[in-house]
Structure formats: structure tokens, C-alpha cells
């Protein structure tokens, strides 16, 4: 899954040899920012790509706190009508 927010870019997959592990991978600033340094691990040098295993109760509190930093004030036009017809034009 692939998450953009004000926060930064995240990509978290779920191991395959712990169902109950997940990767989160982001650049050192946007890691860093929300979790502690000592856990986070570098992944790619070359793309400046680090990661860090959390559990999904933590993936989970992860994502909330993403959520509640949502402007809102961005969403004046949005509404849901229009979306569900455009993904009825893309299938």
C-alpha cells in the first residue's frame, strides 16, 4: 500500500515470514519524523530508501495519526457522487 500525506511518502508491505509484521519504507525525513531513529533500518542506499518492522496494532495507530493530520478545509468541492461515477467510467 502506498500512502502520500503531509507526513510524507510511505509504501508498507506485510512480510511474508510474519503475517503479523509490516514494512514501512520511506526517505530518512518522513521515517524518522514518526517513528524512533534506533528501530529504522537503511533499505537502499543508492534511493536514500529506509525502512523500519512495526506490528499492525502500530500500523494501525500509524495510519490513524495520518488521518487525523487531513485538512479538510481542502475538501470544500469534494463529494462522493462525483467519484463514484468516474470509477464507474473506468472499468
Not at 20 to 49: C, M, Q, Y
Not at 55 to 75: A, G, R, V
Request: glycine share 4%; charged share 25%; aromatic share 10%.
Amino acid at each position: 500500500m502506498k500512502i502520500t500525506s503531509s507526513k510524507g511518502n510511505f509504501k508498507i508491505i506485510q512480510t511474508i515470514k510474519n503475517r503479523d509484521e509490516l514494512l514501512i519504507l520511506g526517505t530518512w525525513p518522513d521515517i524518522s519524523k514518526l517513528f524512533d531513529s534506533s528501530r529504522t533500518f537503511l533499505v537502499n542506499k543508492a534511493e536514500g530508501l529506509f525502512g523500519i518492522y512495526i506490528c499492525k496494532q502500530e500500523c494501525q495507530d500509524f495510519i490513524s495519526h495520518l488521518m487525523l493530520e487531513i485538512d479538510y478545509n481542502e475538501w470544500e468541492d469534494f463529494r462522493m457522487e462525483e467519484i463514484t461515477s468516474m470509477n464507474r467510467h473506468l472499468a
